[in-house]
């Protein structure tokens, strides 16, 4: 978007302000229920669904591992068929830069994200929570009349709000769509920022009795005294985070590319991808979900793990994740992009010991998703809320995410894509 806010800000007079202000407050009630129904929801399903099993080593999963997400895979195919749905639904990440949530195709998008994650598939929930509010966003714009900086202003207030529940941030979603957007002026921050952290603050403010932070301070490592030489560690942590996100993206890319021929019968190629994910579950039962339920166990048991492991949890969850997308499955890549980072940080600590594992986590969790999907700050600051940086080590895990992101771009042009964007988009790359 190139101005859109000073145009939009131009108009605005104190009574239509105000109007922008009530539906932020409207859209953060809405997200903050939907967002506490939906992921109160996938947690009952997938405890009534799934059998409890042992975290262990090498093929130690069951006959439930592969089955479930080749059932769901069926499913998800046999939705989009039955409903005539668009060959793939993008992301919060496309919805921030087109500036509007189609809400006619959204019940069917956040159904199969039901489907999806409750299946097993390697995919989050901030993508289907995303485009409902961005979806109610667009609806409430286009009831009013609105043009189309409204109704992108309103999808951004939407999906700010989902963001400020899941996240228990206010600023998250709004720092998300800001590093996409690049409208720097203060424009911006009035008609766009401002409403959108009253959106999460809200839904926030309602999610927060009841599910406390879904997300925040999801992995419990230790702090150790911060000392000055580990910014210089987290440059090579920065860097060592570009390096591994050039192999996780070129998995992602090629994957999708080779499961887009399918994109033209959806049950086979649901099929596909929850038969592929089953196989990986089989294999590495760790593999399963979006990865917040088992990198606390990884965290708790990885020194019997083996640098091995480690590495083959690493590659074989991007692995499903590159099928989950492929597959047509519906869900957020970012959750198990940290976890794939997260990961790799271990077994930096396993390697070199001296590295505290909390700055080998965090500065490669927030480097490897800043140079997937080239959001530097935003990486920085989720992945200081799931490991519950403090000041000192947030810096030094920026240091990282901004490393990794210049790295990145240096490597591949100004005008490069993330590799979420490109592996999730119902383009072609």
Known sequence: MTGSGTAAGAEETPERYGVVLARAVALGVFTGLFGLAYLTGIEELTELIWPEWEHAGWFSGNLWMVLIPVLAGLLVGLVYRIFHLPTRFPGFIDDLKDGE?????????????????????????EAPLGAAGGAAGTWLARRRGGNAEDVRQGSFVGI????????????????????????????????????????GAVAFGIMWPVVGAPFGGLLAIERVDFKSWMLLAAVGLGVFGTLAAVIVGMILTSLAALMRPLDARPVLRGLVGGLAVGAIAYMLPLTLFSGQ??????????????????LALALFKAVALGFSLGGGFYGG??????????????????????????????????????????????????????????????????????TAYALRIALTGPDAEGDMQQSASAETP
């Open 101 to 125: 949530v189609d809400p006619e195709t959204t019940p069917g998008a956040v159904g199969i994200a039901v489907v999806s994650l409750v299946g097993g598939s390697s995919l989050g929930p």
């Open 160 to 199: 700010s709000g989902a963001f400020g529940g899941l996240l228990s941030t206010p600023i998250g979603g709004p720092l998300l769509a800001f590093e996409l957007e690049h409208d720097q002026t203060h424009n911006y921050y009035y008609t766009n920022l401002v409403p959108g952290v009253i959106a």
């Open 293 to 310: 339920t088992s990198l606390p166990v990884i965290l708790g048991e990885y020194e019997s793990f083996g640098i091995e492991m480690l």
């Open 333 to 402: 890549p970012i959750f198990p992009t940290f976890f794939i980072g997260a990961v790799l940080g271990i077994a930096v600590n396993a390697l070199f010991p001296d590295v505290p594992l909390i700055l080998a986590v965090g500065a490669v969790m927030a480097a490897l998703g800043a140079a997937i999907a080239l959001l530097p700050l935003s990486m920085a600051v989720l992945t200081a809320i799931l490991i519950s940086a403090g000041l000192e080590y947030f810096g030094a895990i920026a240091l990282a995410s901004v």
